[in-house]
């Protein structure tokens, strides 16, 4: 049974296999549609239960690691999971949840490491846990499990494919 969340702020399930955002209007449609592509069985939604209509979202990049020079990155870096903590208290029952990114292979990262990205590619797929660099694909799969999730409120969640497991 698949998850659809809807722009009124709903989530619906349905025969079909996993998760399908929709606006309200079209989402009978567009489920039909994919079930019958699928070759499962089309039917309208069976399940709807009330969700917030807002999730959000603080993200941060940032070393927790200190230097000199960076003692205003640091105490900024520090102090965001104590600010998502106390912000979901305080805008309950919206939803917020620190996604913490170490590096994330992407073209701004290239941009700033210019010649340097391939070797840094390298020391990550050797040292890290994983094995792999982290991708945006993986950032966005937490952030779409969040969303889904309404049961997280108030979390860090480290992805850096366990460098920080490495770090002294």
Same mark, same amino acid.
Not at 124 to 148: E, K, Q, Y
């Given at each position: %049974?698949?998850?659809? $969340? ?16 929709? !606006?309200?209007?079209?989402?009978? *449609? ?18 709807? &239960? ?6 959000? +979202? ?15 990155? &640091? ?5 965001? !999971?104590? /600010? ?8 309950? !029952?919206?939803?917020? =949840?620190? $996604? ?6 992407? !073209? ?5 490491? *210019? ?9 990550? *797929?050797?040292? /890290? ?17 969040? %969303?889904? =999730? ?14 920080? +497991?490495?770090?002294?």
């Amino acid at each position: %049974m698949g998850a659809h $969340i809807l722009a009124g702020g709903e989530l619906r399930a349905c025969r079909r296999r996993g998760p399908c955002f929709c !606006p309200a209007q079209t989402c009978e *449609r567009q489920c039909a549609e994919r079930c019958e592509t699928a070759g499962d069985e089309a039917g309208p939604a069976q399940e709807t &239960a009330a969700v917030e209509t807002a999730v959000r +979202l603080v993200l941060r990049s940032g070393s927790k690691r200190t230097a000199a020079g960076l003692a205003f990155i &640091a105490a900024l870096t520090a102090a965001l !999971p104590a /600010l998502t903590k106390s912000l979901a208290l305080e805008v309950a !029952p919206v939803r917020v =949840n620190l $996604i913490a990114a170490g590096f994330v292979d992407t !073209p701004l990262s290239a941009s700033l490491l *210019r010649d340097e990205i391939d070797e840094r590619r390298q020391q990550l *797929r050797t040292t /890290l846990p994983i094995g792999r660099v982290v991708g945006p694909a993986d950032i966005a799969a937490l952030a779409v499990h969040l %969303m889904t =999730n309404t049961a997280v409120t108030g979390a860090t969640f480290d992805i850096d494919g366990g460098q920080q +497991l490495l770090e002294g």
